[in-house]
């Protein structure tokens, strides 16, 4: 029954499609696994953020990739 | 003055404008009836998600769909 | 489906229980009517939040009930 | 670098701090395994929400508890 | 080692990459200086939302915009 | 009009009061500031979380303090 937000960058960094379900999978097994919760409610959203308006430290991920580059 | 987010499915289930001003006129509505807020600052945000990025009970809402039809 | 955060103040102006049942179970009509959503899986999560936590236009609450009583 | 939220019900349904610890590692080293992120500013934050503020089709949770009892 | 969220009108009125990078560097600036907190792990994410999407007063700001011009 | 939410340890690393309203009153004057927003809706939260709660790196901040003790 819980409910379950990932905030990633999305973009050229976005998961697949098929990444994502198996995000989707692999969070809602680990609360059944170890909160033994019923994952029929289990509700999970993953929002994908541009690297422009995700900061780290200060600066954007657009500014720490060109930097890392 | 209270803050709603409401997120749910977009793309080709995505609400039309009319119905989302419905969804902010309603809920807005509701806190000032239940609560007696005042509505002035009342803020309500929509979100709509990718069918591929919303997950119930450990699956994409993609895959929900290609199993009920 | 769609997942729902409600977010006011808390403490001495906290809704009670009766209120909270009101406002889960009108905010879950509101979708089911406008969008025509199940409402098996519809999930409302209320957060009561301090007076001294929420600002308004750059002031908490708590100054806002002191100047307005 | 990705940011978590996870909300699920606590009072007496609280998860034990050593849930909490074996949901965060399992979180982070599931989105580390899945799509190689770096685990160092990956954060994880969990939300106890009461059962009168949690609601599934329209009934709060502390209600839904009852009929299942 | 904060998170914050700023959730702001976007298409038109969304703001230029220059002014979200001041964004996230201003506010982990004020959190250095305010909390003494580490920039580090400080992570900032700016949501746009569609003029349709945003509600004030039970209203949405597609129309309020309307009204005010 | 934008809506900002804080997330940070509480407890006995929580802020204080004048600490949370010189936040409050940061971010408002940053945003009027940088994208010369009405501040007049401008809604600002903050959260406070138990260190057993926020985890960095996949360990919770409980454990983090022990290690830099």
Redesign the interface.
């Known amino acids: 029954?819980?409910?379950?937000?990932?905030?990633?960058?999305g973009g050229d960094e976005a998961?697949t499609?098929e990444?994502?379900?198996?995000?989707?999978?692999?969070?809602?097994?680990?609360?059944v696994r170890?909160?033994n919760?019923n994952?029929?409610?289990?509700?999970?959203?993953?929002?994908?953020?541009e690297k422009?308006?995700?900061?780290?430290?200060?600066?954007?991920?657009?500014?720490l990739r060109k930097k890392s580059s």
């Open positions: 029954m819980p409910f379950v937000n990932i905030r990633l960058t998961p499609r990444q994502k379900a198996e995000l989707i999978k692999g969070v809602t097994d680990l609360l170890v909160l919760k994952p029929a409610n289990l509700v999970v959203i993953i929002d994908e953020i422009d308006n995700y900061g780290i430290g200060g600066v954007t991920i657009t500014e």
